[in-house]
């Protein structure tokens, strides 16, 4: 989830490069609940602030699930809200490995 489009696709690319499949991008906090509720997925990146809006509710289905995610933000940790400072967080901007680094986290924490 992510409301920069070029970011969006900046992080799209990235994923694929990785050999991931993005299965959608969501825009807007109501549009990812919805994805985060009925798609089939494996992880999410999440922005935390989105069109003005905190995406917390979005982190809260995927817990829900059990899918791991990744919060993306320019805040880094200190955004993160009482509950979730020990989610996986990549400070933006960013680079591949510090995605790749991220997601390594966050997966290998959902195995335990």
């Known amino acids: 989830m992510e409301d920069e489009v070029l970011l969006a696709m900046q992080l799209e690319d990235?994923?694929?490069?990785m050999g991931h499949?993005?299965?959608?991008?969501?825009?807007?906090?109501?549009?990812?609940?919805k994805l985060a509720r009925d798609a089939d997925i494996d992880?999410?990146?999440?922005?935390?602030?989105?069109?003005?809006?905190?995406?917390?509710?979005?982190?809260?289905?995927?817990r829900s699930r059990c899918i791991p995610f990744v919060f993306?933000?320019?805040?880094?940790?200190?955004?993160?809200?009482?509950?979730?400072?020990?989610a996986a967080?990549?400070?933006?901007?960013y680079e591949a490995s510090d995605l790749t680094e991220a997601l390594d986290r966050c997966l290998a924490s959902s195995r335990i």
């Open 14 to 17: 990235m994923l694929v490069e």
């Open 89 to 93: 967080t990549l400070q933006k901007p």
């Open 43 to 62: 992880f999410a990146v999440l922005d935390i602030n989105v069109a003005g809006t905190k995406s917390f509710s979005v982190a809260d289905v995927l």
């Open 72 to 86: 993306a933000t320019g805040y880094g940790s200190a955004g993160l809200k009482e509950g979730y400072r020990d």
């Open 21 to 33: 499949v993005v299965v959608n991008i969501a825009t807007r906090v109501p549009e990812a609940v």
